[in-house]
């Protein structure tokens, strides 16, 4: 292990690093991102690149996005219901992002016509944080906010 | 909360005293609450139905040595019988020779059957993982499942399993371990609890009723479907107690009394529980 | 090979209302096994569901989505019989695609 990741650190560089981990083990050698996957979204870190990745600017505030069956408080963190529902006209997908996560985007959902938008599912979350409804209708962008307390960290534990 | 904080205000010092007692209660109040939606949330869409699938594609299969499926394995309704099956376990197998809980009979049968040996039928009881799944748990998901809806019904009469009854409350109240523990030291008691959730007393037809009748149950915190016997092997862990052997007598003595002690309840398993 | 996915499809007046379970690890790639080894992301990328082959719902996802994951949404129109299919993929390429007719 340590020889190897002298190696690493000796040799730098993006390519070489990604093939020398690969050669360790540490990248899977089948890995490769789905079709349609659009990495640099999910890549960010932080609230601010995330909207910038997904061009979402500088979404406004809006009561017409709900959260529904989704807690106040999650007893686990590696499972949080989030339920997403949007009554802005001609919403064309609904995006859940999470302040305190690791990765902040969690999941992006495009609703083509003649599909409610509304979507439920679970989450991880690894600490109580804000999380986002960011929804895009009609070419522009929308966000509503909510707190969600978490008593167990969602990484493990 | 605001009426409490006017209340200082207005009557001030034997008010206060009042708040402060009041405050700790209605903090918990609402914890409670919105524990309990957290779990009303949950169980909308429960994995466990990923191992009941599992379960009910695997009892048809031909299996082991002898390549023979579940469907000639008696759990007490008669052969591959697993309506209701459930609800009436553990009960006496004359076959066998023993009083036996679900797992023990899937045991026995991919053993007589099936010809696996013990060794190979119990190699994997508790799953980690879509790598190392065990097909035990995905076996009892599924028979638990075919109760889903029937009234607990653990028959007493057979004094084979009056005794194991009778062994199993004793179990339940004796002290062992470097920590002197009993089952009933958390499970004897009303409102007794670890971080939010509420330990369940199983001395009394209600908690019994509540906890066994949702077993077998997806853990989230495990992401794994588990079934009654790993519920007891956690329980003798967290006693600091020695590993409790799959299908010992003394599992199925615990199993016997709570099952029992869950007559009259409608079993609505597999739960979801954290 | 992955496991089948569960997807019951229920028409509730002029939607059809899909739920579905999918059996996968959604490993973070943030998480260590017991020998201290960092366990590698492995996770599903992008799901897409199908009514009668007209696309209903795609979906892009992070490691943020929980183990063994759940989805539910609605769409108009749908009838008895009709097949709903979806598929997922994760970030080893591997995937999985099932069917389910609307109850």
Redo the contacts between chains.
């Keep these: 292990m340590n020889a190897d990741r002298r190696q690493v650190l000796k040799t730098g560089g993006g390519a070489t690093l990604l093939a020398l981990l690969a050669a360790a083990g540490?990248?899977?050698s089948?890995?490769?991102?789905?079709?349609?996957?659009?990495k640099a979204?999910?890549d960010a870190h932080t609230m601010d690149d995330a909207l910038k990745a997904l061009g979402a600017g500088k979404p406004a505030a809006s009561g017409d996005i709900a959260f529904f069956?989704?807690?106040?408080?999650?007893?686990?963190g590696?499972?949080?219901?989030i339920?997403v529902n949007s009554k802005l006209p001609n919403t064309e997908s609904i995006a859940i992002l999470?302040d305190k996560?690791?990765?902040t985007?969690?999941?992006?959902?495009?609703?083509?016509a003649?599909?409610?938008p509304?979507?439920?599912?679970?989450?991880?979350?690894r600490e109580t944080s804000n999380v986002h409804a960011l929804v895009k209708a009609g070419g522009k962008y929308f966000v509503t906010s909510k707190e969600i307390k978490v008593?167990?960290g969602?990484?493990?534990? | 909360m605001p009426s409490i904080r006017s209340l200082r205000l207005i009557t001030g010092a034997v008010a206060i005293g009042a708040a402060l007692l009041a405050g700790p209660v209605v903090a918990q109040t609402t914890l409670e609450n919105a524990s309990a939606k957290y779990r009303q949330d949950l169980a909308e869409g429960n994995p466990a139905d990923l191992w009941v699938a599992r379960g009910q594609e695997m009892w048809t299969q031909p299996r082991g040595p002898k390549k023979v499926s579940f469907e000639s394995c008696d759990l007490g309704q008669g052969p591959g019988v697993v309506k209701g099956a459930y609800a009436t376990l553990p009960r006496y197998f004359p076959d066998a020779g023993r009083v036996m809980d679900l797992e023990t009979r899937l045991v026995w049968c991919m053993v007589n059957q099936q010809g696996y040996t013990h060794a190979e039928a119990t190699k994997l009881t508790f799953g980690n993982g879509s790598r190392h799944r065990s097909d035990l748990e995905a076996l009892t998901a599924y028979v638990a499942k075919e109760s889903d809806g029937v009234k607990m019904n653990v028959s007493l009469a057979d004094p084979h399993v009056k005794e194991m009854y009778d062994i199993g409350k004793k179990a339940f109240f004796y002290h062992a371990g470097t920590h002197d523990f009993a089952c009933a030291t958390c499970h004897a008691s009303d409102d007794l609890r670890i971080r939010l959730q509420y330990l369940p007393n199983l001395t009394k037809p209600a908690g019994a009723q509540k906890a066994y009748t949702t077993w077998p149950a997806y853990r989230v915190a495990q992401g794994e479907t588990r079934s009654f016997q790993w519920r007891l092997h956690d329980c003798f862990r967290q006693q600091r107690f020695p590993d409790l052997i799959y299908g010992s007598d003394l599992s199925i003595a615990l199993t016997t009394y709570l099952a029992a002690s869950a007559n009259g309840a409608v079993y609505v398993g597999p739960g979801i529980k954290l | 090979m992955a496991d089948p996915m569960k997807i019951r499809a229920n028409l509730v007046g002029d939607s059809t209302e899909v739920k579905v379970l999918m059996s996968h690890e959604m490993d973070t790639g943030l998480v260590k096994d017991k020998a201290g080894k960092i366990i590698p992301a492995w996770w599903i990328q992008t799901v897409k569901v199908t009514h009668n082959d007209k696309v209903v719902l795609t979906a892009q996802w992070g490691t943020a989505v929980s183990k063994n994951p759940f989805m539910s949404f609605k769409f108009k129109g749908g009838a008895k019989g009709d097949k709903v299919t979806i598929t997922w993929i994760d970030n080893h390429n591997d995937s999985r695609t099932d069917t389910a007719v609307i109850a």
Excluded: H, Q, Y
């Design positions: 540490w990248i899977p089948a890995w490769a991102d789905a079709p349609g996957w659009s979204d999910f069956s989704t807690p106040d408080i999650a007893e686990n590696g499972v949080v219901p339920g999470v996560n690791p990765f985007l969690a999941a992006l959902f495009d609703f083509p003649g599909t409610e509304t979507i439920s599912t679970r989450i991880k979350m008593t167990l969602g990484c493990g534990g």
